[in-house]
């Protein structure tokens, strides 16, 4: 079939299988594919409301044992500039959202081995305690598999001591590309195999969480195993229908040991509308404006976005490969409004909450990001020292105080 011909099934609703998926995003014009990942966006969501949230990214630890060769973020244990934050700085990092009308917290580290089982099960119960309506969207896939490793538990057991410890749903990162030639050219082939990945998620769903799922391209993958990583994801859904939505972003390739450049901005339209047309059974897809600026993040509403994601209050991991876009709610909802859809604030299952908060009452203008740990601060988590050492460097930490 070539490519207006399957346009013409997409049209009529027709579901895109792998070749024809292939053939599209190939050969078909850009603006053939943003029309029809529009007309999806448009018979998904005909009321052309476009949602955000308001939550901050917390990054709980850089130390990482996994090393993968596309991440700009990780330190090695040992290094002088790891860090673990305390359970004090992200209440204080809570207070601060919820100061500027959020209610959640997107929490993802390093695979630090000091942190065991029961410290992700004292935090969480502390922030339960303290804010007891406050949600954690947090650890994704690579990170629980992390943990039931360390922890010599099954990844069920871990995700059911999280749950009762106060996890509330799973972000989807650390899929990379779901297709392991991929993944060990990247080295996070064992962190996670891509099976192992949909597993975390498979028994996420089981217990009941909605989950996130996502795709970083534009590293050494070929533009079939992009579509494999989709159609992996849409045969997930089908089973479980368990994801809330789908967000893409392009490879960042400052400060990383794997380098090369970064793919296009046509290039992430192209991909975002080919996501949007093969997904057809994710409700929400999400404009990557933190990789792409504000102004792609727009016309990705033209192109099968139907969300703009969070308003960025902390970013640690994108920036420490080179991008910085911060865009606060006002900004968010300048962009929204200027292209012709109205603005909605939701959670993390996609309900609507209402209209923009700064529209009611004055917030706080976030005009630059915050990041984890100030330059230079190397104070020590205190909760670290309750837990038993396992790296060589955490243990002379504590002879030497540190
Ligand atoms: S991407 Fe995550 S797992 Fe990989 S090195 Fe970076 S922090 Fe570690």
Known sequence: MNFEAIAAKVQNGGRLNQPEAVELYQHAPTSLLGRLADSVRARKHPDRVVTYIIDRNVNYTNICVARCTFCAFYRPVGSAEGYVLGF???????????ALGGGQLLLQGGHNPDLPLEWYEDLFRAVKQKYPQFKLHALSPPEIIHISRMSRLPVEQVLSRLITAGLDSVPGGGAEILVDRVRKLLNCYNKATADEWLDVMRHAHRAGLRTTATMMYGTVETLEERLEHLFRLRELQDEMEGFTAFITWSYQPSHTELGGSEATGIDYLRTLAIARLVLDNFDNLQASWVTQGGKVGQLSLAFGANDMGSVMIEENVVRAA????????????RNIENAGFSAKRRNMHYELLGDPIFRDRAVPRMLELAVARADGDSSRSPEISRYAARSAAEKKARLTGH
């Open 322 to 333: 080179g991008a910085a876009y911060c865009m606060d709610e006002i900004e968010i909802v």
């Open 88 to 98: 004090e700085e992200i209440f204080r990092k809570i207070d601060e959202t919820i």
